[in-house]
């Protein structure tokens, strides 16, 4: 019987088990799917957010997979030195490493690590309820904020900036991120890309929300639209940024109203220096204004603006973290591959093998893992052969290397305790957001 790791139980972790199990090419393989934290799901637990019910809804979809008795969870296993991947090989036939990009790139500027200059992965894990998360006081004291990038993770957390009370309470937020915001004082945020909006990477749905919030006016200057040379004539564009660009103009041409708060997107502004105020505290960022460079990219002017604010959360995209005892590229932040097999030394190394994020780069949407996991599961069957070895249970040696794995019963657990947390908050679900909560309801099983 044939046993395969999955390392991260995020979309393509699940996604490759389900394509491992659903399949008829090689008989009764058996696969556990592992992860560090003793909550599955990955980003669509700890990532999406938490008014987007309806994304965080296909978390029914990979219960489903989870709960196949072909499917074993172990949450709680970090992959490390005391369990690096020579040892994993040992237990198992195979192992596919599904571990993400966990980290943020960096703007490269100074002032960038001021108190008040935060990634906005730092931002969502807070008011996601991630256990390693910190409260760094985000919003205390802050009227306005910057977010400095244009893909959909900065319209989250500039949505989330602007929300309401009322309207987060329905959500799954911890209680201390929920009193924290609704208690904010912020009343403009400004979503700021150094490119054009036909360059922007938000999608139409993500950014016609911003829109839909009470009290709330998005502001868009129609000059710095007008740069784009896509703007006037946005027929050669696809069709999803031809949608953007209308919903863009249509903000433009309308007058201020006076709103509560102020969404200001703005295009064309390149940061070169986060400002410190006389506290040492984030004051502003410095921006240089940039125009189309005729290739795509942009150049700078020599002009620059000044934006104030009390918080920046910085939304340039991820990046790949190395992985003890994997190979890593550390020009593209993943692990060299051939159609999902781990090389190393540029050879195939036998039963390692990758899928998501850190196979192919912090690129596309949940959807996308799909057939990024179908390359990596048609790899592992081709090679079967030559992978396939003893038929064992690897839990006891997951075990004597120091795991204590959270199994199913642990994390529908923690679901019960959650539960049972919005209920005595007078809500629904509510995230437990510390590992000391998560592993005692995980015992409670």
């Keep these: 019987m044939p046993h395969i790791a999955v390392v991260g139980s995020g979309p393509s972790g699940v996604y490759t088990a389900q394509g491992l199990v659903r399949q008829d090419r090689v008989p009764d393989i058996r696969v556990d799917v592992l992860d560090r934290l003793p909550c599955p799901y990955g980003l669509v637990r700890y990532g999406v957010a938490p008014d987007h019910e309806k994304i965080k809804s296909l978390q029914s979809n990979l219960r489903a997979v989870l709960e196949d008795e072909r499917v074993r969870f172990l949450g709680g ?3 490390g030195p005391a369990l690096p991947p020579a040892k994993l090989l040992e237990l198992y036939d195979a192992v596919v490493y599904c571990v993400g990009a966990a980290a943020d790139r960096r703007l490269g500027v100074p002032g960038e690590d001021l108190p008040g200059s935060w990634s906005a992965t730092d931002f969502v894990a807070w008011y996601s309820a991630h256990p390693d998360a910190v409260d760094g006081g985000f919003v205390r004291g802050v009227r306005t904020a910057v977010a400095i990038g244009v893909g959909n993770v900065s319209v989250d957390v500039t949505r989330i900036l602007a929300r309401g009370a009322a309207e987060l309470l329905p959500t799954d937020m911890p ?4 009193d924290t915001l609704a208690a904010s004082e912020v009343r403009d945020v400004h979503m700021v890309g150094r490119r054009g909006p036909s360059q922007a990477r938000f999608t139409t749905k993500e950014l016609r929300e911003l829109g839909s919030l009470p009290d709330t006016q998005v502001l868009v200057d129609e000059r710095e639209l007008a740069q784009d040379p896509a703007y006037t004539d946005p027929s050669a564009l696809p069709a999803a940024l031809r949608r953007n660009i209308e919903v863009l103009r249509g903000w433009a041409a309308e007058p201020p109203r006076g709103t509560r708060r102020r969404i200001h997107l703005r ?30 990219g942009v150049t700078g002017t020599g002009g620059f603006e000044e934006i104030g604010a009390e918080l920046v959360l910085r939304s340039v995209g991820y990046r790949g973290v190395p992985l003890e005892g994997l190979p890593f590229d550390e020009s593209s932040g993943t692990v060299p591959h051939e159609a999902g097999r781990v090389l190393r030394d540029a050879r195939v190394a036998p039963g390692e093998y990758v899928a998501g994020w850190i196979k192919r780069g912090p690129t596309g949407v949940i959807g996308t893992n799909r057939p990024c996991a179908k390359e990596t599961v048609t790899s592992l069957l081709d090679d079967a052969t ?16 120091g795991a204590r794995p959270v199994r199913w019963d642990g994390w529908r657990a923690i679901e019960r305790a959650e539960a049972e947390l919005g209920r005595g908050l007078g809500r629904g679900s509510v995230k437990i957001p510390d590992w000391e909560g998560l592993l005692g309801a995980a015992r409670d099983s």
Aim: glycine share 14%; hydrophobic share 45%; no cysteine.
């Design 77 to 79: 296993v970090e992959i």
């Design 175 to 178: 209680r201390a991120a929920l």
């Design 267 to 296: 295009f064309y502004l390149r940061p070169t220096e986060v400002l410190a105020g006389d506290d040492g505290r984030v004051a502003g960022v410095r921006f240089e204004r940039t125009r189309p460079d005729g290739h795509g």
């Design 386 to 401: 030559a992978v396939v070895g003893t038929a064992r249970d690897p839990l006891s040696g997951l075990i004597a290397a």
